[in-house]
């Protein structure tokens, strides 16, 4: 009975991938503040977990510790991009990898935010790696808009410029490529109201494909994660890819992939109550959110450089 999850023996629930999951995996920052008892809880749904450069400063017993806590319940151990451009930049790369082989990493993230390398070093980098049996993914967007080269404003970017730098990181070798929470976040806005950034990231996810995309989702500056998270199951289904999350919140992403949490008005309870009015019941219509929440001003984008000021915008009042 271990394995038995509690009253599904009497409830349905919508059913997902399971591991191991080549779509729908769920990435989480590495957690030192839970117990191993609070993981194995929820390790069934963490696909990967990730080293960020805070971690550097903590003891490395205790960070070992837990990459073979990770490991050890199949999921996989990612170190963050910082790491690879910080090692790049002192020209200390390939005793970084060692050392992260060592210890248990099993996946590169790379970045090149700063252009330490050509697109040709990038290639024999990430050959280098992948010959000793990393995964590898590419992150693409930044924290900041004057550091992102594929955003024309805090609310838009150029799809042209973020496909391409997709396509360049793919084709030198990466398994999949993730798109930075900053610039996602702003793009679907905060409170869901940049239907011009949203089709952007549409324009992306079909040119490059959602199953080798990952979506990072930030709760930034103390904004929640659950109308983001509920946005991309709403637009790419269940098995959208998603970074960013959480071994304390990983219920409730759960719960949101299969449309019984509040957020966005449990979907597949209102889909099973109106008779199943759409093919998925992701697809059934979201909530007007503008009912709960102030509304926002929305971004207009007609053109490369035609860009109206938030202030000019109408905030949106319809349902999406």
């Known amino acids: 009975m271990e394995d038995q999850l509690f009253l599904r023996d009497i409830l349905e629930l919508p059913s997902r991938s399971e591991k191991p999951r080549k779509v729908g995996r769920t990435i989480c920052g590495i957690s030192l503040g839970r117990g191993r008892?609070?993981?194995e809880q929820v390790a069934r749904y963490i696909d990967q977990v990730k080293l960020y450069v805070h971690n550097t400063i903590m003891p490395a017993g205790v960070i070992e510790e837990a990459i073979k806590t990770y490991r050890g319940l199949d999921?996989?151990?990612q170190m963050g991009g910082i790491f690879f451009e910080l090692a790049a930049l002192q020209g200390k790369l390939d005793a970084m990898v060692q050392r992260a082989k060592m210890v248990g990493v099993n996946v590169v993230e790379v970045e090149n935010?700063?252009?330490a390398f050509s697109l040709n070093q990038l290639k024999?980098?990430?050959a280098k790696l992948k010959g000793q049996g990393f995964k590898i993914v590419g992150e693409v967007g930044a924290k900041w808009t004057e550091d992102d080269e594929?955003?024309?404003a805090q609310g838009l970017c150029d799809p042209k410029k973020v496909i391409l730098a997709m396509e360049q990181l793919l084709e030198a070798g990466a398994d999949e490529v993730v798109w930075d929470a900053y610039p996602l976040r702003a793009l679907i806005g905060n409170q869901l109201e940049n239907e011009a950034g949203q089709d952007q990231i549409r324009q992306v996810?079909?040119?490059?494909g959602q199953d080798i995309m990952v979506f990072e989702v930030s709760d930034a500056r103390g904004r929640g994660k659950s109308m983001h998270r509920a946005w991309l199951v709403h637009e790419f289904g269940p098995d959208v890819n998603i970074g960013n999350a959480h071994p304390g919140d990983i219920s409730e992403l759960e719960t949101i992939r299969r449309g019984i949490y509040y957020d966005p008005a449990?979907?597949?309870?209102?889909?099973l109550k109106n008779n199943r009015p759409t093919k998925n019941w992701w697809e059934i219509e979201m909530p007007d959110y503008d009912?709960?929440?102030e509304p926002r001003p929305v971004w207009k984008y007609s053109g490369e450089e035609q860009l109206s000021r938030p202030e000019e915008a109408v905030p949106a009042n319809r349902k999406r």
């Open 113 to 115: 935010h700063l252009g």
């Open 291 to 293: 009912l709960d929440i």
């Open 266 to 271: 449990w979907p597949y309870l209102r889909w």
């Open 75 to 77: 999921i996989d151990v």
């Open 37 to 39: 008892e609070s993981i």
């Open 150 to 152: 594929t955003r024309i």
């Open 205 to 208: 996810a079909k040119a490059i």
């Open 124 to 126: 024999q980098e990430i």
